[in-house]
């Protein structure tokens, strides 16, 4: 008897990476702060048809904004016949030809290989809160009426920002005064100095995680810092305001730093960073906490944000932090005036260290310096 995988509701859904109609890597793990709507119709016959045409029709729920869809194909025909066609915004297909991410998710058994034809397909509709968890799961029925009771479910839903019955605040921390003002001007003065570089993002290609380059997705001009006395004033003050802060409220015995980088989104560059999590390549898999200070107050947008918790932006006055996971999904919206100057290193611990040793083959390029932070006071 085939044996599947079954989820269930309040699980995190399985995060995948696959070809998709839109591009050639999608990843799962980027589209938080929607609700996220993956339809296992396996192939484009009547049946997968049938359930794809009231998906299709309901453009006023899938619009990026409140849900998305996500198609799943474990056919090479629907693609190279064009049966199933993505439309942005709402609509994308992934192409599982080799049924990992229908196997994940239960849609097929373990051991099935559509490659070989004659799978047992189990259709169904899995229904993610922002957070990419599991809030409802629905079987096929065979006279297809499950798909207008999940538009209408869909419809019930509240708002994303909404998603638990009530506003949720992000789990991070934010720490006024973690840097004086004179420190602040300091830092941007010696990135004016320098005058700052164009960076781009971190993705895994091949074997090694390299740093690609894409306007829509990032825009900011950065400089590293690498004067000693100015590395240890940073880490002095790391160490009085944040490190007893992360062991407070995350049990968290940080011990490492990485990247001592000042950052400057321009709005002359429309600069913003995409949502994103800082930790999913296995050059960057040893992050653990990032930091977000901010060195000036005199620009509009820049805000910090959690697309997963809402739409609420995050500006701390000069001096402030904003620290939080890796893990978790940010952005930084586009800055309309002005140029926003932040401090933007990453913090982790021992064992976290040694897997950056570990897997420092794969770099293309190095990350930044790593430096130790003092044991956190006792008292």
């Not at 998906?55 to 990026?64: E, K, N, Q, R």
């Not at 194909?73 to 049966?83: C, L």
Request: hydrophobic share 40%; with cysteine.
């Amino acid at each position: 008897m085939p044996k599947y995988r079954n989820l269930g509701v309040g699980e995190p859904a399985p995060w995948f990476e696959a070809r998709a109609s839109t591009r050639e890597a999608f990843a799962l793990d980027s589209v938080g702060g929607r609700y996220v709507v993956l339809c296992f119709f396996g192939s484009a016959d009547l049946k997968g048809k049938a359930a794809l045409d009231v998906a299709l029709a309901h453009a006023d729920v899938f619009d990026d904004e409140r849900a998305t869809f996500f198609g799943v194909s474990i056919d090479p025909a629907d693609e190279a016949k064009r049966r199933v066609v993505g439309r942005v915004p709402g609509y994308r297909f992934f192409w599982d030809f080799n049924g990992a991410v229908s196997r994940r998710y239960g849609a097929i058994p373990h051991d099935a290989d559509p490659a070989k034809g004659n799978v047992p397909l189990r259709r169904i509709w899995v229904v993610l809160d922002p957070t990419l968890r599991i809030v409802k799961v629905v079987p096929f029925r065979p006279d297809g009426g499950e798909a207008t009771e999940l538009m209408h479910y869909l419809t019930s839903l509240p708002p994303p920002g909404r998603f638990a019955g009530f506003e949720v605040q992000a789990p991070i921390l934010v720490l006024p005064n973690v840097f004086e003002p004179e420190f602040c001007a300091r830092l941007i003065a010696q990135y004016e100095t320098s005058g700052g570089q164009e960076t781009g993002f971190m993705r895994d290609v091949g074997d090694k995680t390299v740093q690609l380059h894409d306007h829509g997705h990032k825009r900011r001009r950065d400089h590293i810092v690498e004067d000693g006395d100015l590395i240890r004033q940073v880490l002095r003050r790391f160490n009085r305001t944040v490190v007893p802060e992360l062991l407070k409220a995350y049990q968290y015995k940080a011990s490492q730093m990485e990247r001592f980088l000042v950052g400057c989104y321009r709005a002359e560059d429309s600069g913003h960073f995409a949502p994103h999590r800082d930790n999913t390549t296995k050059g960057t898999a040893h992050r653990r906490f990032a930091a977000s200070v901010n060195l000036n107050a005199d620009f509009d947008g820049g805000e910090v944000s959690f697309p997963e918790y809402g739409l609420r932006g995050f500006k701390p006055a000069p001096g402030g932090a904003v620290v939080f996971s890796c893990s978790l999904l940010h952005s930084v919206s586009k800055v309309t005036r002005g140029a926003r100057y932040a401090f933007l290193p990453f913090i982790y611990d021992d064992e976290a260290a040694k897997i950056r040793a570990a897997n420092h083959a794969f770099l293309a390029q190095d990350q930044g310096q790593q430096a130790m932070l003092e044991p956190p006071p006792r008292g």
